[in-house]
Nanobody
Framework: QVQLVESGGGLVQAGDSLRLSCAAS????????MAWFRQAPGKERDLVAA????????YYANSVKGRFSISKDNGKNTVYLQMNSLKPEDTAVYCC?????????????????WGQGTQVTVSS
């Protein structure tokens, strides 16, 4: 069993930055590929960024490329999402997810464990 707990969300203005954290407990964190998804009101849950178990490869949605950065600290059992130049359209609940394998997936179904989420609100 794996538990994921997100933190770092909040209310910010357009152009500001936030760093989300997702702390994992349970199995060996270094064996997971991790991802951040987001879901805005009335919309589907979408993949924002993903990272392989080693941190050697990453994926970003086109809408966040160049603004967001995902990283993984296996020593701290934590994955981060650094979000810069935030826009009102980034407003959503952000959830982290874990895949018990080395590679990430772009589909929701590829992930085995999910956190509860943290709210990010960007005002214009």
């Amino acid at each position: 069993q794996v538990q994921l707990v997100e933190s770092g969300g909040g209310l910010v203005q357009a152009g500001d930055s936030l760093r989300l954290s997702c702390a994992a407990s349970g199995r060996t964190f270094s064996a997971y590929a991790m991802a951040w998804f987001r879901q805005a009101p009335g919309k589907e849950r979408d993949l924002v960024a993903a990272i392989t178990w080693s941190g050697g490869a990453t994926y970003y949605a086109n809408s966040v490329k160049g603004r967001f950065s995902i990283s993984k600290d296996n020593g701290k059992n934590t994955v981060y999402l650094q979000m810069n130049s935030l826009k009102p359209e980034d407003t959503a609940v952000y959830c982290c997810a874990a895949n018990l394998g080395s590679s990430y997936y772009t589909a929701i179904s590829g992930y085995d464990y999910w956190g509860q989420g943290t709210q990010v609100t960007v005002s214009s």
